[in-house]
């Protein structure tokens, strides 16, 4: 009853940009937190940001200092602002969300099917 969804990915050089988006719809109460996972064929996936609805984030640490996330509330979005783009950040990122639902009032646990960012010459 929830969905979540990815856009912004692509391809670029390294040292370039790119801003993700992922925008949740549906049964949607209220949103405890957003947050972006990594994963290519080789490494288990990985958390990269998180924020929670009142804008507290985290990063990991190959990313600090590089990669911005952010929300805003009215648009149930967040995105991911990735700069100095290296090749190792190449994977396929996706938005994962903790969510109460308007119908049962629980909190459930969503992904989104992912968008692939290709860093390379």
């Known amino acids: 009853q929830v969905q979540l969804v990815e856009s912004g990915g692509g391809l670029v050089q390294p040292g370039g940009s790119l801003r993700l988006s992922c925008a949740a719809s549906?049964?949607?109460?209220?949103?405890?937190?957003m947050r972006w996972y990594r994963q290519t064929p080789e490494k288990q996936r990985e958390l990269v940001a998180g924020?929670?609805?009142?804008?507290?984030?985290n990063y990991a640490d190959s990313v600090k200092g590089r990669f911005t996330i952010s929300g805003d509330n009215a648009k149930n979005t967040a995105y991911l602002q990735m700069n100095s783009l290296k090749p190792e950040d190449t994977a396929v990122y996706y938005c994962?969300?903790?969510?109460?639902?308007?119908?049962?009032?629980?909190?459930?646990?969503?992904w989104g099917q992912g968008t692939q960012v290709t860093v390379s010459s």
């Open positions: 924020i929670t609805s009142v804008g507290t984030t």
């Open positions: 549906g049964s949607i109460f209220s949103i405890y937190n």
């Open positions: 994962n969300a903790d969510v109460r639902t308007s119908d049962s009032g629980s909190r459930r646990n969503y």
